[in-house]
């Protein structure tokens, strides 16, 4: 995102274009741009200290089963 957070949704829409397998997000930033927009893509995360912060993982605008750390 260049340091950048709000580059971060539409970063996350050309990588769902692609349609990978799953969605590594690396930091707060990255992990809030994921979390901005629903998708169906599985979200693996790291280097989020305090994730509940972040976003509510839990109780996001939509269900998000497939996320983890």
Partial sequence: MGGDPE???????????????LIFAVGSWALQAVLSRPTTIPV????V?????????????????????
């Fill in 44 to 47: 693996v995360y790291a280097m």
């Fill in 7 to 21: 580059k971060g949704p539409s970063i996350v829409a050309d990588v769902e274009k692609v349609k990978p397998d």
């Fill in 49 to 69: 200290l305090n994730p509940p912060s972040v976003a509510s993982v839990t109780s996001c605008r939509c269900a998000r089963p497939l996320i983890t750390a």
